[in-house]
């Protein structure tokens, strides 16, 4: 049983990196959290001040309610998958799992017990005499996991555990972590750049951004209600469509384009205050209807055409790729109709899938909120309580850094 709390944690490097910025969440116990995003945004120094191998500059961590900050690495209690599994390949898989209870004192027989209980859950059982060598690159990667769950830690730290392994065996991991997860049953965070593994893997997904976190949710909720275009454009293959353009006299009219987007009346009660400004509209390629498809019909009044540059055959899928205007736009859609490079097609908008974003915020747009309030209201703001925050926050930033530096 452990929840891990991280209240404005932050990290500033000696040098002034500031890698991490508030990052705040609270995991339930038995959670499975992906940390996901592109390299360079915080993953790893996030989890490695989870774990206590790096500082935390300021800000608050806590394992089962218990403040964490200065705790030593091997008092937190946390075990750490990394992509690197090295085991140690003059002993046994048993051996192997045994070596960290075997240093800690731990009694033979409950070694005995917690090594093959866990050989046990990771199929691991008819390997345990085999030395490392003998074993496929999934087998070693178990035998890495065994040797933390026979720790019986309160929470499981990854870090990109499957990126050496090749794309088959990736996809077979995948769903044994997840089964060995829900056996085993700890807190586990799960570090990965492949936004697939954390949509796939995690209970729920923390987006981030340059140190920043963009957006915490359900999969599919980051999947249907991104909360920014970096999420929208981050999540899902191929990315979702982003059609800049503009909103004038009941129509959307994507830049360099001469056709126009009819709105329903729907979206033109959300974009009200959007009219005549620049924005962005928002659609998955899955959830363009080709011409051919029998629900075409339902949407066609929301129709667009495109002529076909590149079409990209993936055994079952097809996507298309063209171009609206100056936008670049995929359609995905089942291989049963007959397209070829040139044909100009016709697709529909599925509409319940229409997400519009702010283009100057980058932020989606939902019922009940005005970005563009809140643009004028942070403008109001006196320009000289901007500069003393904007000052503030630079000292602060100097200061730790001189501090980690005297250390
Ligand atoms: P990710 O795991 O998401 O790829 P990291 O947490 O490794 O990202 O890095 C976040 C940022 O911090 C990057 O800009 C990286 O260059 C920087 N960084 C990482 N480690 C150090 C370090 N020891 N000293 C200074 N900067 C670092």
């Not at 991490?20 to 490695?48: M, Q, W, Y």
């Not at 500082?55 to 992509?83: H, T």
């Not at 995929?330 to 291989?335: A, C, F, S």
Request: hydrophobic content about 40%; charged content about 25%.
């Amino acid at each position: 049983m452990a929840t891990v709390k991280l209240h404005n944690v932050n990290k500033v490097y000696d040098g002034g990196v500031h890698a991490v910025h508030d990052f705040t969440i609270d995991i339930n116990d038995r959670e499975f959290i992906a940390f996901v995003g592109p390299s360079g945004c915080g993953k790893s120094t996030t989890l490695r001040m989870i774990a206590g191998l790096e500082e935390i500059s300021y800000g608050e961590f806590y394992i089962d309610d218990v403040l964490m900050n200065s705790a030593a690495p091997k008092d937190r209690d946390i075990a750490m998958v990394f992509q690197s599994y090295a085991l140690y390949p003059q002993m046994t898989v048993y051996d192997n799992m045994a070596y960290a209870l075997k240093l800690r004192k731990v009694p033979k027989a409950e070694i005995d017990r917690r090594v093959k209980e866990a050989a046990a859950i990771l199929k691991l059982t008819p390997y345990l005499n085999r030395k490392p060598r003998a074993l496929s690159g999934g087998q070693r990667q178990r035998v890495a996991l065994g040797r933390s769950i026979v720790r019986r830690p309160k929470v499981f730290l990854m870090d990109e555990p499957l990126s050496n392994l090749d794309a088959k065996l990736r996809v077979a991991m995948r769903s044994e972590i997840v089964r060995i997860h829900n056996e085993v049953g700890a807190t586990t965070i799960y570090v990965t750049h492949d936004q697939i593994e954390a949509m796939t893997m995690a209970t729920r997904i923390v987006v981030m951004k340059d140190g920043f976190i963009q957006q915490i949710g359900e999969p599919n909720e980051i999947y249907q209600h991104p909360v920014n275009l970096f999420v929208a454009g981050f999540i899902g293959t191929p990315a979702m469509n982003f059609l800049y353009g503009k909103l004038e006299n009941g129509v959307f009219t994507p830049n360099g384009s001469e056709q126009t987007i009819k709105m329903s009346d729907d979206q033109m009660s959300l974009l009200k205050n959007y009219v005549n400004h620049g924005m962005v509209y928002g659609i998955r390629p899955e959830n363009l209807i080709f011409q051919d498809d029998e629900r075409f019909e339902r949407y066609k009044d929301y129709s667009f055409s495109m002529k076909v540059e590149i079409i990209e055959l993936l055994g079952d899928i097809l996507n298309l790729h063209g171009k609206v205007g100056d936008n670049k736009v995929i359609i995905k859609m089942p291989n049963k109709y007959a397209v070829k490079v040139g044909d100009t097609i016709k697709m529909a908008i599925e509409l319940p899938y229409a997400r519009f974003f702010n283009k100057t915020t980058t932020n989606a747009i939902v019922e009940g909120h005005n970005d563009y309030e809140e643009i004028e209201v942070t403008k109001s703001l006196d320009e000289d309580n901007v500069t003393i925050i904007a000052k503030e926050k630079k000292g602060l930033a100097k200061l730790f850094d001189k501090l980690s530096k005297k250390k």
